[in-house]
Nanobody, 117 residues
């Protein structure tokens, strides 16, 4: 059974930084991809960042240069370092594991990030 548990959300002021963590219990295959998504009220869920098992990353244009996704394979954990946060980054952030061979997606419970002065 695969479980994803996020942590690190909270309330910050514009310009501040925050780091999210997602701990995965269960196997992460060599072709599986992990991602961070976010959903703001009244908006569709959007992909923020994704990372392959080899460490290749891609980012949404709105966060490129400000957010960095990384992974610790030994700890089965991925991180999202978020810098220069602005109110537009306010959303529930969810961690995703996409299994390559079964195309099954696993999700964490989500963590709230609020950027406000």
């Amino acid at each position: 059974q695969v479980q994803l548990v996020e942590s690190g959300g909270g309330l910050v002021q514009p310009g501040e930084s925050l780091t999210l963590s997602c701990a995965v219990s269960g196997n992460i295959g060599s072709l599986d991809t992990m991602g961070w998504y976010r959903q703001a009220p009244g908006k569709p869920r959007e992909l923020v960042a994704a990372i392959t098992s080899s460490g290749g990353t891609n980012y949404a244009s709105s966060v490129k240069g400000r957010f960095t996704m990384s992974r610790d394979n030994a700890q089965n954990t991925v991180f999202l370092q978020m810098n220069s946060l602005n109110p537009g980054d306010t959303a529930v952030y969810s961690c995703n594991l996409h299994k390559f061979w079964t195309a099954i997606d696993y999700w964490g419970q989500g963590t709230q990030v609020t950027v406000s002065s």
